[in-house]
Every structure is written in C-alpha cells, then in structure tokens.
C-alpha cells in the first residue's frame, strides 16, 4: 500500500498485514511520523523515489 497518511493508507496496510509506504506530503510530515504510534515498512519524499520495478 503506498500512500500519504498515517492513520488510514499506513494503518489499512498494517492492519491487512501487507507492506506500507509512506509519502512524505504536507498531509504527513516526518514530524507527524515521529510523533505517531503507526509506522510504516518505507518512507519516501516522493512518488517519484518508488522503484515498482527492481
């Protein structure tokens, strides 16, 4: 799951037990990730940073 807040995208995925990555916006800042007990298995600044393709 790849998405931009904490307590809906991150937490879906933790909760269906599948791999996160959080995106860095002005939804979700690294101080609210700091801040929050949900965290995800990735961070990038951007969508740009994501390699689907390895």
């Known amino acids: 799951m790849i998405g931009d807040r904490l307590y809906t995208d991150i937490r879906m995925a933790r909760d269906a037990g599948i ?3 959080l995106v860095l916006t002005v939804e979700t800042s690294e101080k609210d990730l700091d801040a929050s007990e949900v965290k995800p ?3 990038v600044p951007s969508v740009a940073e994501i390699d689907v393709f390895p």
Do not use: L, P
Request: proline share 0%; charged share 35%.
């Open 19 to 21: 791999r996160s990555v």
């Open 41 to 43: 298995d990735h961070v």
